[in-house]
């Protein structure tokens, strides 16, 4: 076990959706999807510092969020009681991730606070898919939709970089990816998530749960091209079924998907809820010249462009 007042920090990386199928709404009030997530090189960095009791979260990123609603404050606050450990732990969240952004910034932190709390409390894991009340796995899928997903990019070494996942976006199953340039458009502001699946809802009360995840083959058809195609041919694939009904509702979006075609992208696409876009390019140096040439156009609804690949460092 660690003495007090060591640290531990891990790296908790943000996540691109290059498919989102939404089936519609559950009885439960979740939203049944079929989606592929890909880790990008783009992350918050965790620390985890042991105290002898109490847990506090320092995000200086989000100085009007209480800890207690913070996801990284629920993770430790989940392992330490469902371990029965007697101490407390600090934690310090440096943001890397754009918040309401569509990167599952506040789940991959939640992820990378467990392996972190884990560590600095010297505890030993479950084997991967432990169903102990107690386990990562276990703890990750109360906390949200998205932190399963990062339990394999966020460690060390990492357990996978991209997969399939479904049910409410919980069950993973791990996929082979291969590595693609990306220009992702920070936006200047960020969206809802439940805000979003809301306007989906009023765009869809008629839909319900008419389509089944099995009768849905486009995030296979992206799953296959992200792990054996080319850039062209993920470009041509790749979409998100949460976009139409936020374009409609916030042009901005609409308008950075349509600056990074003109600036040479090969597609543009909403990751996740929103409001970050994405443009795929063939290269390094194809996403460098796109990136340029945004940040050239001083958008006003533009805040940033960076140059990231799928996969983790």
Not at 19 to 28: E, F, K, V
Not at 40 to 55: E, N, W
Not at 141 to 161: I, M, Q
Request: hydrophobic letters at 40%.
């Amino acid at each position: 076990m660690s003495r007090p007042g060591s640290i531990v920090a891990y790296r908790a990386y943000g996540k691109v959706n290059l498919a989102l199928s939404i089936m519609g709404q559950r009885p439960d009030g979740y939203h049944e999807v079929s989606t592929v997530m890909a880790a990008v090189d783009l992350f918050d960095l965790i620390t985890v510092q042991r105290r002898p009791a109490g847990i506090t979260v320092h995000c200086p990123a989000l100085p009007h969020l209480p800890q207690e609603q913070n996801l990284a404050y629920r993770a430790a606050h989940e392992y330490i009681s469902k371990n029965a450990f007697e101490g407390g732990v600090r934690v310090g969240i440096n943001k890397g991730i754009p918040a309401g952004g569509g990167m599952g910034g506040g789940s991959s932190d939640a992820a990378a606070t467990l392996f972190a709390v884990q560590d600095v409390l010297g505890l030993t894991e479950e084997p991967p898919g432990g169903t102990k009340a107690g386990s990562l796995c276990h703890i990750a899928r109360e906390l949200g939709a998205d932190v399963p997903f990062f339990l394999g990019p966020n460690r060390v070494p990492p357990k996978w970089t991209a997969a399939l996942c479904t049910g409410i976006g919980d069950i993973v199953t791990p996929i082979g990816a291969n590595s693609f340039w990306l220009v992702l458009l920070f936006l200047a502001e960020g969206v809802s998530t439940p805000w979003a699946f809301s306007a989906w809802d009023m765009d869809n009360q008629s839909k319900g749960l008419s389509v089944s995840p099995a009768g849905d083959d486009r995030p296979l058809i992206v799953a296959k091209e992200l792990s054996m195609g080319t850039a062209t041919s993920l470009a041509e694939v790749v979409y998100n079924d949460l976009e139409e009904p936020l374009m409609t509702r916030r042009s901005d979006i609409a308008k950075a998907k349509e600056a990074l075609v003109e600036a040479g992208a090969l597609n543009a696409v909403m990751t996740g809820s929103g409001s970050t876009v994405y443009g795929m390019c063939h290269s390094r140096e194809h996403a460098l010249l796109v990136r340029e040439r945004m940040l050239s156009r001083k958008t006003a609804f533009l805040v940033d462009a960076r140059v990231v690949r799928t996969g983790v460092m």
